[in-house]
């Protein structure tokens, strides 16, 4: 087991990807906190983790809100000890299927907000806390768009595009104390729900299926395939393990060769 005996706090668990990753720790040994505002989503995740034979705790936290991150994560170092594990897969509410020539301010900058919000939270917390506890990993999502431009993207791309680049600053900042910063790239996997509504938007605007949209996504990859969920839970691990641990400041591009590097 990759994880075994680690502490990790999987913040937006109760998501597609938030879920896959917290199952995909918890299968590698590692005790894992799933964190979110929606509770019942929680209890489900948590539930598989269980009855797959890992650990599992909850608890419904709004990740925009600076002081119960602080509170919370105490609390989980009062109970178990160091932390040495934080993934941020906190939904964005992003702002897809219009140009922005069209798109009122507002809309445009909410998801772009809510990712620099949730980031600054999360991720000062985790690095101040494992900075003065003998180090960690803090991993965040992202997407093609925060490298690449695309059309009605709305606020999306620019937050992903920002998730990246305050992960890096994070990196560079407390890589001296031990912690590693990463966000693992995503193509957009077909089997998350908000991900096939992202596909819809775009297959409305160009006058083709869904299944049409989706098929073209894959061809358009060297392995021609978009990336599932448990692939890009799997880059998680990796990312969080030992194994990766000369690797931080970068991004896993775990989008199928989707963009070359």
């Not at 906190?33 to 983790?49: H, M, P, S, T, Y």
């Not at 869904?210 to 392995?223: D, I, K, N």
Request: contains cysteine; glycine residues 12%.
């Amino acid at each position: 087991m990759l994880l075994r005996g680690k502490v990790a706090i999987v913040y937006g668990a109760s998501g597609a990807v938030g879920g896959a990753v917290s199952k995909a720790f918890a299968r590698e040994g590692a005790h894992v906190f799933l964190a979110a505002r929606n509770a019942a989503g929680l209890e489900r995740v948590a539930g598989e983790i269980r009855m797959a034979g890992g650990r599992a705790d909850v608890a419904a936290i709004d990740a925009t809100d600076h002081a119960a991150v602080e509170a919370h994560f105490d609390r989980i170092v009062a109970a178990v000890g160091p932390v040495r594990l934080m993934f941020n897969a906190v939904g964005l509410d992003d702002t897809q299927g219009e140009p922005l020539t069209a798109m009122a301010r507002d809309r445009f900058i909410a998801p772009i907000l809510t990712a620099m919000r949730t980031w600054f939270s999360t991720g000062t917390v985790a690095a101040r806390h494992m900075a003065k506890n003998g180090g960690g990993v803090i991993i965040g999502i992202s997407a093609n768009a925060a490298r690449e431009a695309y059309d009605i993207m709305g606020g999306f791309g620019v937050a992903t595009g920002a998730v990246e680049h305050f992960i890096r600053h994070l990196a560079v900042e407390n890589g001296p104390y031990g912690v590693r910063c990463l966000c693992v790239r995503s193509p957009g996997s077909p089997d998350a729900p908000g991900v096939r509504e992202a596909f819809q938007l775009h297959a409305r605007a160009e006058g083709i299926t869904l299944e049409e949209a989706e098929r073209r996504a894959g061809q358009s990859t060297p392995l021609r395939r978009l990336t599932p969920l448990a692939g890009i839970a799997d880059a998680a691990v990796l990312a969080a393990s030992d194994l990766a641990g000369a690797m931080t400041a970068t991004v896993l591009n775990a989008t199928g060769g989707a963009q070359v590097d």
